[in-house]
């Protein structure tokens, strides 16, 4: 190894013992070398003396500092209080928006509910190849919808039943892919008819393919409703199911408030009818008596509809044979589809965000203060000099 | 108070555990040390502030000190880093105005402007450890590890330091 190389190490004490002994050897065999090192001894002795001792200020600043107040050190820590003051500026505006969003009466969280869900059979729901459970659970649904009884009160005799139970006017069009489309059709005459209701109209014919399907209306008490679904499900397999409900319970209450009213004034009419002794008074009278007699049974009859129809429900099953389900089916467009997805996931995405950065401005007011009072605290947390 | 109780281990430990008065001690010990180390790179006019933030650093750094026989290089990292900081704001590199070039005595072997000029020609790695071992006192480990650099590379830097001082000494008739 060169020894010129470790000769100012020698001169600082920091070689090893060996190696110092071999550069000391080489030093007394040198002389050029020993006038080398005394060069090197004679600068550092000159810097030394060269270096000019710097006036020390500012210990007692720095004393202080050290006295003075200090934060936590997750506060000093200037990315901790920003970490905190985001989360807490999200928080703040999942919380803020979710509990807007509660207020609102027409948000979307509202407006994304079936309106089945809230009004029973009020709205309409479809179902395309269901798996039984969730058929099971919907109809569950229904049934708790269901009016417990609808009983028609006597009109005609003047008495007002009160109060009147929820009227619905229920729905269902269902279609069965079934083995054979004519026995299903008798065994839904059957199912109509042991269930207390009735077959409306019926038929079975060939479809365009040839193959043999059949349509059946039926109507069964409301409170059969459910049963006579599963029943009917049951003939195969459910393709489509759509129920719908109507609740007439306003206009039926509105009917008998006006059948009474009219009651009322042909009662009026009467009396006055017995008084009458001009010709002319009575045939006045009787006209409007007979008005008022034709209004207050176009009224039981709208009543009676209405009864009728809540009180059964109505059926349309339509029953085709399994093979019409088992066409093969055309080649998918994988790569259209696929783009589809694509486009309507960049959508949904796009919207997302842009929905959170309105939220993010309508809540400025609220993030924005406490985004500046954690700057402000991280840069307290950095003390000035005194 | 005597060179051996500066740093006591007992003083850094008690400091380490939050008392403030040890904290105290420490500082008023090395606050010269450090104000100097800084003053060497930055100047004066922002050691005292690089220094006063070194002490924050201590303060805030010190329970994760392991080793406190070390305290002293410990303690000057922290102020290295804090000198590179305030130097890398300021683009300033190490200031000359520290270095007196007062004539030289009658008959003395080398001129101190020659020197001088011939520190100020040095890159500033290598003039950062020739300020460290010869002004501060550093020994070869100990500046290996406020720099972060391997003990050899400080040796090396130190010879290769001195070779060009004597070059420049040698060859502009420094040496009488």
Known sequence: MNIREDLKAYLDGELSPQRMEEIRAALEADPALREELEFMRLMGFEIKRMAAEPHVAGVEGALGRLRGFRWPSFVRDRRWVLAGSALTVCVAVVAVSQFSGRLAPDSDATASIPAGAELGFAGTESMAKM?????????????????????????????????????????????????????????ARRIATGLGGFVESSSHSQQQQGLPYAHLGMRVPAKQFETALDQLGALGEVVTLNTSGQDVTEQVVDVQARIKTMKAEEEQYRLILSRANKIGEILEVKSRLDQVRQEIESLQARYQYLSSQASYSTITATFSEKQTMDKPEAPKDWANDSWTNAVRGLTAVGRWLGEWAIRLFVFAPIWLPILGIGWWLSRRARPKSP | ?????????????????????????????????????????????????A????FVTVQHQIKRLREPAKFRTWLLSIAHNHARNAARKAKRETPM?????????????????VLRSALQALSEEHRQVVVMHELEGLRYAEIAEVLGIPEGTVKSRLHHAFVQLRARLTGEGGTR
């Not at chain 1, 609808?150 to 008495?159: A, E």
């Not at chain 1, 009160?162 to 892919?177: E, F, G, K, R, Y």
């Open chain 2, 51 to 54: 220094a006063q933030e070194t």
């Open chain 2, 97 to 113: 105005d520290l270095w007196t070039a007062a004539p030289s005595a009658e008959g003395a072997t080398l001129d101190r402007e």
């Open chain 2, 1 to 49: 108070m005597t060179e051996d109780q500066r740093g006591s281990p007992e003083r850094i430990a008690s400091a380490q555990r939050g008392n403030r008065e040890a904290l105290a001690e420490l500082v008023r010990e090395h606050y010269a040390e450090v104000f100097r180390f800084i003053a060497r790179r930055v100047g004066t006019d922002l050691a005292e502030d």
């Open chain 1, 131 to 187: 798996p039984a459970e969730a058929m099971q659970m919907d109809k569950g649904r229904s049934r708790s919808a269901m009016p417990e009884s609808v009983v028609p009160g006597d009109v005609g005799g003047g008495t007002i039943p009160a109060p009147i139970p929820q009227m619905v006017i229920q729905t269902a069009d269902l279609s069965v892919t079934v083995p054979s489309a004519r026995e299903a059709l008798i065994a």
